[in-house]
């Protein structure tokens, strides 16, 4: 789905390399509504609730097991786990354990693909046989990845724990259509009130359809899609709260806290740590 143009990125997407000790310790490739992150090592220290995150993630290590935490259970460890949207997120300690993690928001078409690889509203374990199919078809990269080769390991992930792409069938042809006009609004259009009434149909009716179909508010799709918004208009010398501006997300504090429940580091730590290699790419 294209872009309008307000929002579209510029030629050349932002990179950001601190790699001076020649050690290489995270890689994050960011396209729209999708990510690989790559790292030797990383850490989440809180629980995500539910509902914060539109996107199915998997998570699997390469050099061992990662202990999971929080959502009321004890600590355990494993070494792959699949997370349908909306649902609760682990906190999770890996250490040397050689992490991908790729995260699909809904309406890509990533997300529909995985979408009966997961429990509705909740999450499972990797099986043996995916971790293993995962590890031959998706290699931990001590390097940095070009554009290409990190799209290439995106789709790897998704290849190996899906069949051929299928018809995205479970959105509702009025979905579809406001999905589009979202796409098309600049963000001060951008209100539940002003998607009814340019689909035609009540709020309430909204609702109930944002809920059958992606189990979420249609308040929350919008922010959703500013907060991807903002880090698509990302570009150096922007500031991470000029992009947010830019893209009609004023509630910073949120945007932030979002911002390091998805990649589990703060807008400035993603871009200014040592070791790190991040690109925002064009789609």
Not at 16 to 44: E, M, N, P, Y
Not at 159 to 171: G, H, K, R, S, V
Not at 236 to 263: C, K, S, W
């Amino acid at each position: 789905m294209r872009q309008n143009s307000l929002f579209s990125p510029p030629i050349y997407p932002q990179e950001v390399h601190h790699t001076d000790s020649g050690h290489l310790s995270q890689q994050v490739f960011i396209w729209k509504q999708r990510f690989l992150h790559q790292a030797r090592s990383h850490i989440r220290n809180r629980t995500i609730s539910l509902g914060r995150r539109l996107s199915i993630s998997v998570m699997f290590s390469h050099d061992g097991p990662f202990q999971l935490s929080g959502l009321g259970a004890a600590p355990f460890n494993c070494e792959g786990i699949i997370f349908a949207s909306g649902s609760p997120r682990f906190a999770f300690e890996a250490v040397d354990s050689g992490l991908t993690i790729i995260d699909a928001g809904i309406n890509t078409p990533a997300y529909f693909r995985l979408l009966d690889k997961v429990p509705n509203d909740s999450y499972r374990l990797l099986s043996a046989g995916e971790l293993e199919r995962l590890r031959s078809n998706v290699r931990l990269i001590d390097s940095p990845l070009d554009r290409a080769s990190a799209d290439n390991a995106f789709d790897q992930v998704i290849d190996t724990l899906t069949t051929a792409p299928t018809e995205q069938t479970t959105i509702s042809p009025r979905v579809k259509n406001i999905l589009k006009l979202v796409e098309q609004r600049s963000p001060e259009e951008l209100s539940v009130k002003e998607l009814a009434r340019m689909g035609a149909i009540s709020e309430s009716r909204l609702r109930a359809l944002f809920q059958s179909d992606f189990n979420c508010s249609p308040a929350s799709y919008i922010r959703w899609v500013k907060l991807w918004r903002a880090i698509q208009c990302w570009r150096a010398p922007m500031t991470f709260t000029e992009a947010a501006q830019q893209a009609g997300f004023y509630d910073l504090a949120h945007l932030n806290r979002t911002v390091m429940d998805i990649f589990g580091q703060s807008p400035t730590a993603l871009s200014l740590a040592e070791g790190t290699h991040m690109q925002i790419c064009e789609r």
